[in-house]
C-alpha cells in the first residue's frame, strides 16, 4: 500500500498489519510511525529472520534441523490461513449493547468467522485472520463479552483456535507429525474418519488427527471427535474438552454432528486399544460390533480410515492391570475400563508421528438399515485396511524418532 492509502486506514487497522508482518515495537508507535515503518518494510521487502523470531528452545531427541523445518512447516500454514481472510474489510456486526466486532470478514463472506453462518462450527477459519498470542487479547475480549453463539454440543470456536495454537507447538516441534493422504479427506459435507487407537495416558492421537485436518488440508476443518465417559466426567476437563469440539460417544451426539454436516472422529478399538501394553503395539483390535458403519449407512456418511503410527509409543505400557481398573471404577462407576496401561514415563517421548489418510469408503446404501453380517464385514474391511497401512509405513521407518 501507498503512503496515502495507509493514511486513510485507522491506527487499530495499521497495528493489525503491522502485527501481520510482526513488526518490533508497533505498541509504543504513533500512528505516523507506524505509517513510517510500514512504508519502509514494504518498499524493502523485509521479512522477520530467525533472530528476530527468537531462539529454539532445545527438545531432547529432537534436531536442530527437524526444530528448522517445524518453523518453515508453521510459517507456510500462516501464510495460507491468512489468505482465508480479508484484512482490509471489517465485520459490521453490533451487540445489543452496541459493542462494535471489528474482525476481519471471511473472504467472499459479508462477517468474521465468529458472526458468519452455521459453518463457523465446521470450518476453522482463524478469527484474526492468524494464530498467535498476540491474538489472545482480541479473543479474550470476545470470550468475555459473549459477542457470538457455541454449537449445541458446546463448542466455542474462541477456545478452540488458543488451544490449536498451543498445541501446534508440540504438533510441528515435538511429534514432528507427517501427514499424508489428505487429499481423501472431504472438503465439505458430512465424513466420519476411523483411527486406530493408542497413548496408554492421554488420547494424543485425537488431538494429533484433528490438528493434521487443521493445519493440512486445503481448507481446514475440525474434527469432533467422540471420547468415552471419563473425559466427560472430571471436572473441568470435561468443560475443556466440550469446549475444544470434542462430543461425548453416544449415538445422539454423533447422529446430530453429521447430519449437520460435521466432520467425526471416532475410534472403535475403544477402551482395549488405548491400552494396549507396548508388545501388542499397532495390532489393531477388532472394531467393536461395527455401529460406525450402520451410523455411517444411516447417515449417508462416507468413511475415511486413517493409520497414526506414533502414539502407541509416546507412553509404552510396561503391563495392563485389572486392580487399578477396579479402582478407577470405584471411583467412576459408569466408566467402562476393564483394564489400565501402566508406564514408567511421565514425560511423553518425542517420537516422530506419521498420519496416513485412506481413500474414503462410500456408504453402500444411504440412508438404508445395513444388514447385521454385511455390517461386521465391512468393519473389518476397514479395520485390514488399517492393519495394512500400519504395516507398510512401519516397514519404511527406521527408529520411532526418525
Not at 10 to 39: T, Y
Not at 192 to 208: E, F, K, R, T
Amino acid at each position: 500500500m501507498t503512503r496515502e492509502q495507509l493514511s486513510a486506514l485507522k491506527k487499530p487497522e495499521l497495528l493489525d498489519r503491522a502485527r501481520a508482518i510482526d513488526l518490533r515495537g508497533r505498541s509504543k508507535m504513533s500512528k505516523a510511525e507506524l505509517i513510517d515503518a510500514l512504508v519502509e518494510t514494504e518498499s524493502t521487502g523485509d521479512a522477520p529472520s530467525e533472530d528476530d523470531v527468537g531462539p529454539m528452545i532445545p527438545i531432547p531427541g529432537v534436531s536442530q534441523e527437524d526444530r528448522v523445518e517445524a518453523r518453515a512447516r508453521r510459517t507456510d500454514l500462516y501464510d495460507r490461513l491468512a489468505d482465508l481472510v480479508d484484512q482490509e474489510r471489517r465485520c459490521r456486526w453490533r451487540s445489543i449493547e452496541g459493542h462494535g466486532c471489528g474482525l476481519p470478514v471471511i473472504r467472499g463472506k459479508e462477517a468474521c468467522s465468529l458472526h458468519s453462518d452455521s459453518e463457523r462450527y465446521d470450518n476453522a477459519v482463524p478469527i484474526t485472520g492468524r494464530l498467535g498470542f498476540d491474538t489472545w487479547p482480541t479473543l479474550l475480549r470476545h470470550l468475555h463479552l459473549a459477542t457470538y453463539d457455541i454449537d449445541a454440543i458446546g463448542l466455542d470456536p474462541v477456545v478452540h483456535e488458543m488451544v490449536w495454537h498451543v498445541l501446534n507447538g508440540i504438533y510441528y516441534d515435538y511429534f514432528r507429525v507427517e501427514v499424508d493422504g489428505i487429499e481423501n479427506i472431504p472438503m465439505d459435507g458430512p465424513a466420519m474418519i476411523v483411527a486406530n487407537h493408542g497413548g496408554a495416558a492421554l488420547p494424543y492421537d485425537a488431538a494429533m488427527l484433528a490438528l493434521a485436518v487443521l493445519n493440512e488440508a486445503p481448507k481446514p476443518r475440525r474434527v469432533r471427535v467422540s471420547a468415552t465417559e471419563i473425559f466427560n466426567m472430571l471436572p473441568w476437563v470435561s468443560h475443556m474438552y466440550r469446549k475444544v469440539g470434542a462430543v461425548y460417544a453416544t449415538r445422539e451426539d454423533a447422529r446430530h454432528l453429521l447430519e449437520r454436516g460435521a466432520m467425526l472422529g471416532v475410534f472403535p478399538e475403544g477402551e482395549s486399544g488405548f491400552m494396549k501394553p507396548v508388545w501388542q503395539a499397532y495390532h489393531v483390535q477388532r472394531f467393536g460390533r461395527g455401529g460406525f458403519v450402520q451410523l455411517a449407512e444411516q447417515t449417508g456418511t462416507p468413511i475415511v480410515p486413517v493409520a497414526i503410527l506414533g502414539a502407541e509409543e509416546v507412553h509404552p505400557a510396561v503391563a495392563v492391570s485389572k486392580r487399578l481398573a477396579q479402582l478407577v471404577r470405584f471411583i467412576f462407576p459408569q466408566q467402562r475400563v476393564e483394564e489400565i496401561a501402566v508406564f514408567l514415563n511421565p514425560v511423553p517421548l518425542p517420537v516422530r508421528w506419521r498420519i496416513r489418510f485412506l481413500p474414503p469408503v462410500m456408504p453402500e446404501n444411504p440412508g438404508v438399515e445395513p444388514d447385521p453380517l454385511r455390517m461386521l464385514e465391512r468393519s473389518e474391511d476397514i479395520r485390514r485396511s488399517v492393519q495394512t497401512s500400519l504395516d507398510t509405513l512401519l516397514a519404511g521407518r527406521g527408529t520411532a524418532f526418525s
